[in-house]
């Protein structure tokens, strides 16, 4: 590919990307998206499929740091970017609806009782349904916990089935995707922006950086946003018997982050972690295991049929940020809750760049206070959620 001339080129094919340059090139825009390797290959082709409403950042927490008008209107557009995601999955995502929060120990209980009067009382929100222990046994039989919230307004998707239909509505509406052709740097000169690839610069008015954890390399700072957490998944062969869930996924409260989902082929997609940094530590796999063996006992030995981690990357209070510097534009921190995020940012952006940047400016102009996770726990914890419930 020699230099390439666009209005737009979209840096990353995850979900934020591949939104981004779907509500642009609806617009009108001229966009490219390159991609170093292939569409949903970081965090978007990895997660648990969770559509989940708010932030990782806890509701009291977002209330404490930004009060409660800010906090009530930023839970609100979360809700925008739920409404988004089944618009833009449909119906060939296996969407399911409602997701468990499952108290790992008594004590979340309360609190997770706590959260769902908060949702209801500040924020308008009376999805949440709380479950005792006796009505959570029956409710989600062969899960591990002592009660849970139900949210009613979440629901899970397939993650990598909904990267394809993202790519497919990117295409369709006209922007061109260029596989395996990674960012290597960023300039600027003339008025426009240059990034430069092993096959030739795209030269572009505007670049959005939706590179997830490999943002730092691209613009200097933004290092200080976010870090690095590695997570771990698993997936078992399909499974003759599972459990009828009343929720289609289920994550709990324990610092070892343990989520779940139920594929559409009766296999178990399982997922536990939060270790800092970029290192992918030893015996992961049997750690994951141990942890399958305390959040389902009952499909403790069930065949795997495979394994992998990788990076998401978190900010200090779970919450994400925007930044637009002349034209070169970033979105990072979505925390394990980018699903509905990213979709939405895409969105947002596009309406910044048509000047209607009232909600990007919200996400652009939050504080964040400099201090990381140094322990495993603490890193899972700014994923779900600063301590999770309230």
């Given at each position: 590919?020699?230099?390439?001339?666009?209005?737009?080129?979209?840096?990353?094919?995850?979900?934020?990307?591949?939104?981004?340059?779907?509500?642009?090139?609806?617009?009108?825009?001229?966009?490219?998206?390159?991609?170093?390797?292939?569409?949903?290959?970081?965090?978007?082709?990895?997660?648990?499929?969770?559509?989940?409403?708010?932030?990782?950042?806890?509701?009291?927490?977002?209330?404490?740091?930004?009060?409660?008008?800010?906090?009530?209107?930023?839970?609100?557009?979360?809700?925008?970017?739920?409404?988004?995601?089944?618009?833009?999955?449909?119906?060939?995502?296996?969407?399911?609806?409602?997701?468990?929060?499952?108290?790992?120990?008594?004590?979340?209980?309360?609190?997770?009782?706590?959260?769902?009067?908060?949702?209801?009382?500040?924020?308008?929100?009376?999805?949440?349904?709380?479950?005792?222990?006796?009505?959570?046994?029956?409710?989600?039989?062969?899960?591990?916990?002592?009660?849970?919230?139900?949210?009613?307004?979440?629901?899970?998707?397939?993650?990598?089935?909904?990267?394809?239909?993202l790519v497919a509505q990117a295409k369709a509406a006209?922007?061109?995707?260029?596989?395996?052709?990674?960012?290597?740097?960023?300039?600027?000169?003339?008025?426009?922006?240059?990034?430069?690839?092993?096959?030739?610069?795209?030269?572009?008015?505007?670049?959005?950086?939706?590179?997830?954890?490999?943002?730092?390399?691209?613009?200097?700072?933004?290092?200080?946003?976010?870090?690095?957490?590695?997570?771990?998944?698993?997936?078992?062969?399909?499974?003759?018997?599972?459990?009828?869930?009343?929720?289609?996924?289920?994550?709990?409260?324990?610092?070892?982050?343990?989520?779940?989902?139920?594929?559409?082929?009766?296999?178990?997609?399982?997922?536990?972690?939060?270790?800092?940094?970029?290192?992918n530590p030893p015996l992961a796999e049997t750690w994951?295991?141990?942890?399958?063996?305390?959040?389902?006992?009952?499909?403790?030995?069930?065949?795997?049929?495979?394994?992998?981690?990788?990076?998401?990357?978190?900010?200090?209070?779970?919450?994400?940020?925007?930044?637009?510097?002349?034209?070169?534009?970033?979105?990072?921190?979505?925390?394990?809750?980018?699903?509905?995020?990213?979709?939405?940012?895409g969105e947002i952006v596009a309406n910044a760049i048509?000047?209607?940047?009232?909600?990007?400016?919200?996400?652009?102009?939050?504080?964040?206070?400099?201090?990381?996770?140094?322990?495993?726990?603490?890193?899972?914890?700014?994923?779900?959620?600063?301590?999770?419930?309230?």
């Amino acid at each position: 590919m020699k230099s390439l001339r666009t209005e737009i080129c979209v840096v990353g094919a995850g979900y934020a990307g591949l939104s981004t340059a779907l509500h642009a090139a609806k617009r009108g825009y001229d966009v490219a998206i390159i991609e170093a390797t292939r569409p949903g290959a970081g965090a978007s082709g990895r997660n648990g499929g969770q559509v989940l409403p708010g932030f990782a950042a806890d509701p009291a927490a977002m209330i404490a740091e930004f009060g409660e008008t800010r906090a009530r209107e930023l839970w609100q557009i979360s809700l925008r970017g739920l409404d988004k995601v089944r618009a833009l999955a449909g119906e060939a995502c296996d969407i399911r609806d409602h997701v468990a929060i499952v108290a790992a120990a008594k004590a979340d209980l309360p609190r997770l009782a706590r959260q769902a009067a908060l949702r209801r009382d500040v924020f308008g929100d009376d999805a949440a349904e709380i479950l005792d222990a006796a009505a959570f046994k029956r409710a989600m039989p062969g899960l591990a916990g002592h009660g849970a919230l139900i949210d009613k307004r979440a629901f899970s998707i397939d993650p990598v089935k909904y990267v394809a239909a993202l790519v497919a509505q990117a295409k369709a509406a006209g922007a061109t995707l260029y596989e395996r052709r990674p960012a290597t740097g960023i300039s600027r000169a003339n008025g426009k922006w240059h990034v430069a690839t092993p096959k030739g610069d795209v030269i572009a008015d505007r670049v959005v950086l939706a590179a997830n954890v490999d943002l730092p390399g691209l613009e200097a700072g933004t290092d200080r946003l976010l870090a690095p957490v590695r997570t771990f998944m698993l997936e078992t062969a399909p499974l003759t018997k599972f459990p009828a869930w009343v929720a289609g996924a289920a994550y709990d409260t324990s610092p070892a982050l343990r989520y779940m989902r139920r594929t559409a082929d009766g296999r178990l997609q399982f997922g536990a972690g939060g270790w800092p940094g970029r290192g992918n530590p030893p015996l992961a796999e049997t750690w994951l295991r141990r942890a399958l063996r305390k959040a389902l006992p009952d499909l403790a030995q069930a065949k795997i049929a495979r394994a992998w981690s990788g990076l998401v990357d978190v900010t200090t209070d779970g919450m994400p940020r925007f930044a637009d510097r002349e034209g070169l534009i970033h979105l990072v921190g979505f925390c394990g809750h980018g699903v509905a995020l990213t979709t939405l940012a895409g969105e947002i952006v596009a309406n910044a760049i048509e000047g209607e940047d009232a909600d990007f400016r919200r996400f652009a102009g939050l504080p964040q206070t400099p201090t990381w996770p140094t322990s495993f726990g603490q890193a899972a914890q700014l994923i779900l959620g600063r301590a999770a419930p309230v």
